[in-house]
């Protein structure tokens, strides 16, 4: 079992709507949890960052970690195309390493 | 820019041969990473330097593989005796010290014939 699960998709949904996405993970240790987003045949790119449980709002980009249920989600409100890209969660538990552990990423497509 | 820079951006190369990648972290960042990526995966750890020392290093950093960061400033990855299956996009991201965020490079994308 990988320590951070990630369904792969594609996820496509319209224009303005919302987004859920969603990772679990394996190992009580983690404390770091991160969102990034990838473009194609780019590097990623940090979205999002908490630590232990509870919510985090930044514009359109929510982050909820359920260190209970071991369950994190992004959720992106009023989606634009521009959103289309692959999100990879990450979490550590040690800031001595910082060592990422990453899910295999989501593919989403906001169609116009 | 002051963000993370790699060079190069592709690398072709035949089977055999050596390979080496630089990466040029945020200054002020004291730690830098490298990722190795395939496609439809995200990113595995290879290594990690708290300025110039290498920390840390995962279990798929055969012997073929070397990182160096000398004076703590920028870092090199060499891969040698390439393999077909080294081919994969190489990421580098730097982080402050505490490590809670990481901000990575464009990558090197690596295809070894």
């Known amino acids: ?112 | 820019d002051t963000g993370v820079s790699q060079d190069p951006r592709h690398k072709i190369t035949k089977r055999g041969q050596n390979v080496t990648f630089r990466c040029d972290p945020i200054s002020e960042h004291n730690r830098l990473y490298w990722y190795r990526q395939t496609l439809g995966q995200g990113p595995e750890f290879l290594t990690y330097f708290q300025n110039e020392a290498q920390l840390e290093k995962s279990r798929l950093l055969s012997d073929r593989f070397s990182a160096e960061r000398p004076k703590g400033s920028f870092s090199t990855l060499e891969i040698q005796r390439t393999e077909q299956g080294d081919s994969a996009m190489y990421l580098c991201a730097s982080g402050p010290t505490g490590g809670e965020t990481q901000y990575f490079g464009p990558g090197t994308r690596l295809l070894v014939l």
């Open chain 1, 1 to 112: 079992q990988k320590e951070v699960e990630q369904d792969p998709g594609p996820l496509s949904v319209p224009e303005g709507a919302i987004v859920s996405l969603n990772c679990t993970y394996s190992n009580s240790a983690f404390q770091y949890f991160m969102w990034y987003r990838q473009y194609s045949r780019k590097g990623p790119e940090l979205l999002m960052y908490t630590y232990s449980s509870g919510n985090k709002e930044d514009g359109r980009f929510t982050a909820q970690v359920d260190k209970s249920s071991k369950y994190i989600s992004l959720f992106i409100r009023d989606s634009q195309p521009s959103d289309s890209a692959t999100y990879l969660c990450a979490s550590y538990g040690s800031s001595n390493t910082g060592k990422l552990i990453f899910g295999q990423g989501t593919t989403l497509q906001v169609k116009p």
